[in-house]
Every structure is written in C-alpha cells, then in structure tokens.
C-alpha cells in the first residue's frame, strides 16, 4: 500500500467515527441564540458576526501618505463564515477562511475579500448548513470525513512562496489562491506520498528562501516536517512518531535546529472515538509538563527533549542560537483556558478576563541538557519579527498588545519589544479598537538593519463601525501611525496576514 493510501486508511479509521457522531455541549441554535442575545449589550461582538459572501472591491479613505516603498499588498486570512442555516459554530477557529486583500499603490488603499472554495465550502454552501465537522463543533448529522481536507477550512494564515499565494490550516493542504483576485486554484501537493497530509499554518522562511514546516497527524501520534526549496519545489519530507501528541499551532527554526513547544494539552484518541469534537480531544495534562522537542536540521530522526513548567503555547516570535544555547520568544498562558473555553465564549457573545497570554523568553541548552524560561508582564498575542532576520540573530518582536482594553476580548495597542533588554514601545489605538495582527515590512532600500522599516495592520472601530489600516514607522511606534485610512464596513477579527511587494 502506497504511504499516502495508508495514511489516509488509518486516519479514516481512526477519525471517521468520531468527526460527525454526534454534536457536543449546548445544541447549535443556542450558541446562535445566546450570540444575538449579547449584540446588542456588547459592541466588541461586531467582530465576530461574520459573513456570508464575498466582499467587493472598496477604496479606502487615506488620512497622511503611504511610504513611497510600501506599493504591493497585505494579505489576511481567518475564519469568516461564523453561521450558515441558523447553526453557529462553537469555536472561534471553525469559521470558513476568506482572505482579505489590501492593495496599496500611489492611487491609495483598495479592500476586498473573498471566501477559500475549499472542499468544505462547497459541500456546506450546497446542504445550506454545516454538514461537515469542524474543529469545535460537530454538527448535528455530519457526514463521514474520509481525510482531513474534507475539513479543510483554510481561515488560519497567508503565505508567499516559490511564486504561490497560499491559504493555510493547520490540519491539512495548502490551499492556492491566486493574489490578484483571490480565486481558489488547487490543493498545494508536496509530493504523491504527501498529498493531503498536515502542513501548519505557521511555516518559516529562512534568509535565503528555504521554507521549514510541520504538520499533526492527532490520530496517529505523528510530526511532519517538511523542507521546500526557495523555488517551491519540496527537498524533502519527514514523518516521526511523538509520544503523547499535543496541540502544536506553531514552531521555530534557527540556523541548525527546529524546535517544537508541546503543551500538555494531549490528543486522546478514545475521547474522539467517543465523538468528541476534534478540540474536545484533547485533554489539559499538566504533569507533562511544557515539553519541549528539539530536533537537528540534518538528524530529524534524533529528537532532543526538555521540560519547562507547564503552559499553553499559540504562537513563538523568533528563535536564534547564541554561543550554542537557543534564545526564543513566545506568548504563554499558564493553561489552555482560552482555546478551550474562551474562543467557546466568544461564539455565545460572552467575555471573562479569567487569565491572559504574556511574552514568555526561552533559553535551551542542548548541551547542558537544560530549559529555563522568563515571564515578561507584557500581555500580548501575534508576535512577528523582521523576514530578514527568521532563525537568526534578534532583538525586535512586534505584536498586538493588551493595555487597557476594558471589559472586552482582544488587544488594544501594538508593541515593539527588545528581547535583549526587555525595553518596549507601544502604541495604544484606544478601548474602542480591536487591534488585529501588525506584519512588520522591511524599508526597501534601507539600511537592510533589523526592524528598518513599516509596522502595517489593521484594526476594527468599535464606535464608528469601521476598519482602519495604518501604517508605523517600525522604529517610531509611540508617535502614532504615518499614515491611517478608513472603510465604512466591518469585516470579520481574523488571524494571521503578510505582505507582498508589488
Ligand atoms: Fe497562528
């Protein structure tokens, strides 16, 4: 039997059974029911209505001038369809990708945004409602999943390589959209032996092009990684088994090593067979501890493993080797808490600041054989750091940040941190914006020094019902946007954006 045939024999009989069994927790309509019930008392909610079709090309009102080097485009990608036929999905993570385009050129800003056809997609739009699982909600009568694209979703990121825009989750294909009009094209297909399997919404890019990824196969215990030339073209492709398979959005590279953050929060294959959601798998184990999985770049198949107190990990900033010893930064929570009940919340229009996610700094000896961690008190979430500087030597991490945000979900400023010296600079955009994720833009031209260049990103007005996209200079964070612009329409909180010279 051919890899890829058994693969996806395991996983349907490992998943087939669980996705689609049975629905979970409170019944859909009361998700619906309790979200409209709190529009009206909780305006932060205009973020997570969602949508259902396409938005049209809109020009923005610019206030200042767009750099004359930052022509091209910003790319968002998250969950956007939230509900379809009166059931409303349980988790924040479930919604259908739409990827949303700002394009800058000197005539100014110009909007759009357009759902990922994804195979999902289809199948749901055609039924009129969710007939297929998604990774919090089982929907009532679900059909069978005979492989994860089935569920594909791909509302997680964006990325540009080897001449490709794609759409990223983080359970199955990339899916490739083209940059102009944002139409889906095709599932990206590694290789034969690879097709349909994992690749993560969070693959790294290194200086001279190489991109690292991995992908969970939950059911089965094991970690892709994936090695893609600059040109696109996969160099190579590895499967381990790890014991204990966690929930893992994200991972760092550096110049020789990978390296994999597992928090406890464990995939128990019996709960899924039982017909727990994909999310509702897994189980907060806190004996394990962090685990942390380093593996050398030329001997993937000799895993190195630490242990760090437990916590719950979405996402690391950057990673570097310093003397032999690996610096990283992450943000951490001391449990899974948000991902498993607070993103539930959200879809019922409900908010508790229970605990938050701060700036974590990591220091790795694989010599030593030792992990040690920093809590820094910054509250903050999407960390991004200079493309040039990716698994190298760093100090920049930029990120939205919670200040002051009040009694709403979110952030409210961006932050450029030193990881060296731990000062920072923030800009507060106010209680009444929700600050999505700022990409930093290397200047063109430039000094070709770390962290020259522009901090651009979006926002949504709570008060006027609006988007703003602004533009920093990424060294000047406190003196406010150079230039802002304004649409009169509200779109969908999303997660993870880039930007593409034109
Ligand atoms: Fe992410």
């Given at each position: 039997?051919?890899?890829r045939?058994f693969?996806q024999?395991l996983?349907?009989?490992?998943?087939a059974?669980?996705?689609?069994?049975?629905a979970?927790?409170p019944s859909a309509?009361?998700?619906?029911?309790?979200f409209?019930?709190?529009r009206?008392?909780?305006?932060?909610t205009?973020g997570?209505?969602?949508?259902?079709a396409?938005v049209?090309?809109?020009p923005?009102t610019l206030?200042g001038r767009?750099?004359?080097?930052l022509t091209?485009?910003?790319y968002?990608?998250g969950?956007?369809r939230?509900?379809?036929?009166?059931?409303?999905y349980h988790?924040l993570f479930?919604g259908d990708?739409m990827?949303q385009?700002?394009s800058l050129?000197?005539r100014?800003?110009?909007h759009?945004?357009?759902?990922v056809?994804?195979e999902?997609f289809?199948?749901?739009s055609?039924a009129?409602?969710p007939?297929r699982a998604?990774?919090?909600?089982n929907p009532?009568?679900?059909?069978?999943?005979p492989?994860?694209d089935a569920?594909?979703v791909?509302?997680?990121s964006v990325?540009?390589?080897?001449?490709e825009l794609?759409?990223l989750?983080?359970?199955g294909?990339?899916?490739?959209?083209?940059g102009?009009?944002?139409?889906?094209?095709?599932?990206?297909v590694?290789?034969?032996?690879?097709?349909?399997?994992?690749?993560s919404a969070?693959?790294?890019i290194?200086?001279d092009g190489?991109l690292?990824?991995f992908?969970i196969t939950s059911?089965l215990?094991?970690?892709s990684?994936?090695?893609?030339?600059?040109s696109?073209?996969?160099?190579?492709?590895?499967t381990i088994?790890v014991?204990?398979i966690?929930?893992?959005?994200?991972?760092?590279v550096?110049?020789?090593h990978?390296v994999?953050l597992?928090?406890?929060?464990?995939?128990?294959?019996?709960?899924s067979?039982?017909?727990?959601?994909?999310?509702?798998?897994?189980v907060w184990?806190p004996?394990?501890?962090?685990r942390?999985?380093?593996?050398?770049?030329?001997?993937?198949d000799?895993?190195?493993w630490?242990?760090?107190?437990a916590?719950f990990v979405f996402?690391?900033?950057?990673?570097?080797?310093?003397?032999?010893?690996?610096r990283l930064?992450?943000?951490?929570s001391p449990s899974?808490w948000?991902a498993?009940v607070a993103l539930k919340?959200?879809m019922?229009?409900?908010?508790?600041?229970?605990?938050?996610?701060?700036?974590a700094l990591?220091?790795i000896?694989p010599?030593?054989?030792?992990?040690?961690?920093s809590?820094?008190?910054?509250?903050?979430?999407?960390?991004?750091v200079?493309?040039?500087?990716?698994?190298?030597r760093?100090?920049q991490?930029?990120?939205a940040?919670r200040?002051?945000?009040?009694?709403?979900p979110?952030?409210d400023?961006?932050m450029r941190l030193?990881?060296?010296?731990?000062?920072?600079?923030?800009?507060r955009?106010g209680?009444?914006l929700?600050?999505?994720?700022?990409?930093?833009?290397p200047?063109?031209?430039?000094s070709?020094?770390?962290?020259?260049?522009?901090?651009?990103g979006?926002?949504?007005d709570?008060?006027r019902?609006?988007?703003?996209?602004?533009v920093?200079d990424?060294?000047?964070?406190?003196?406010?946007p150079?230039?802002?612009?304004?649409?009169a329409?509200?779109?969908p909180?999303?997660?993870?954006?880039?930007?593409?010279?034109?």
């Amino acid at each position: 039997m051919e890899r890829r045939n058994f693969i996806q024999a395991l996983f349907a009989a490992a998943g087939a059974a669980s996705l689609g069994a049975r629905a979970a927790g409170p019944s859909a309509d009361a998700y619906a029911t309790a979200f409209a019930a709190s529009r009206a008392a909780h305006r932060w909610t205009m973020g997570y209505v969602g949508l259902q079709a396409d938005v049209e090309p809109m020009p923005l009102t610019l206030r200042g001038r767009i750099p004359a080097d930052l022509t091209g485009a910003f790319y968002r990608n998250g969950p956007a369809r939230h509900m379809l036929g009166g059931q409303r999905y349980h988790h924040l993570f479930d919604g259908d990708g739409m990827v949303q385009k700002y394009s800058l050129s000197e005539r100014g800003i110009v909007h759009q945004g357009r759902f990922v056809r994804t195979e999902k997609f289809l199948a749901d739009s055609a039924a009129g409602r969710p007939v297929r699982a998604a990774f919090g909600t089982n929907p009532p009568g679900a059909e069978p999943i005979p492989a994860p694209d089935a569920i594909n979703v791909a509302n997680t990121s964006v990325v540009s390589h080897g001449g490709e825009l794609m759409a990223l989750w983080e359970g199955g294909s990339a899916t490739v959209i083209d940059g102009r009009t944002l139409a889906t094209r095709e599932r990206r297909v590694w290789s034969p032996e690879y097709a349909g399997m994992p690749f993560s919404a969070h693959p790294k890019i290194e200086p001279d092009g190489t991109l690292w990824n991995f992908g969970i196969t939950s059911s089965l215990g094991l970690l892709s990684i994936y090695r893609v030339k600059p040109s696109g073209e996969l160099a190579s492709a590895t499967t381990i088994k790890v014991p204990d398979i966690a929930m893992v959005h994200d991972f760092a590279v550096t110049e020789r090593h990978l390296v994999f953050l597992l928090p406890p929060l464990v995939f128990d294959r019996a709960r899924s067979e039982a017909g727990e959601t994909f999310l509702d798998s897994h189980v907060w184990k806190p004996e394990l501890g962090m685990r942390v999985l380093v593996l050398h770049k030329d001997r993937l198949d000799a895993p190195q493993w630490f242990e760090l107190p437990a916590g719950f990990v979405f996402h690391v900033g950057n990673a570097c080797e310093d003397r032999g010893v690996i610096r990283l930064d992450c943000i951490r929570s001391p449990s899974a808490w948000n991902a498993t009940v607070a993103l539930k919340e959200l879809m019922q229009g409900r908010y508790e600041a229970h605990e938050h996610a701060s700036v974590a700094l990591l220091e790795i000896d694989p010599k030593a054989g030792r992990a040690r961690q920093s809590l820094l008190p910054q509250v903050a979430e999407f960390p991004r750091v200079d493309p040039r500087i990716v698994g190298r030597r760093y100090a920049q991490v930029f990120s939205a940040a919670r200040v002051d945000a009040g009694d709403r979900p979110g952030f409210d400023a961006v932050m450029r941190l030193d990881v060296t010296s731990g000062r920072h600079e923030v800009y507060r955009y106010g209680a009444d914006l929700m600050v999505e994720e700022h990409v930093f833009v290397p200047r063109r031209n430039g000094s070709g020094r770390e962290g020259d260049g522009w901090l651009v990103g979006t926002a949504l007005d709570l008060k006027r019902e609006q988007m703003l996209f602004s533009v920093f200079d990424a060294q000047q964070l406190a003196a406010g946007p150079v230039a802002q612009a304004s649409m009169a329409r509200v779109m969908p909180l999303g997660l993870h954006g880039i930007f593409v010279h034109a």
